[in-house]
């Protein structure tokens, strides 16, 4: 498993939990639920894009070091 392919799955996994997410607000939609969001899904899409930004840097990196040292 290469870095880019991590990199997708990473993005397509919190694609698939704010899905799920929209579908369980549409039932559970109190305090509780906006306290969840605030506290848990609203700081990991930034800290997400972040991880992938570095894992596409990485990529680069290991390309450039695989063609550099054959």
């Known amino acids: 498993m290469g870095v880019d392919y991590s990199r997708h799955r990473l993005q397509q996994t919190l694609k698939e939990l704010m899905l ?3 579908k369980a607000n549409t039932d559970w939609d109190d305090q509780v639920s906006r306290d969840f969001k605030t506290m848990y899904l609203d700081p990991l ?3 997400i ?3 992938m930004e570095s894992m596409e840097n990485m990529s680069v990196l290991l390309k450039k070091m695989k ?3 054959g």
């Open 20 to 22: 799920r997410w929209e």
């Open 45 to 47: 899409a930034p800290r």
């Open 49 to 51: 894009k972040t991880t």
């Open 67 to 69: 063609r550099d040292c």
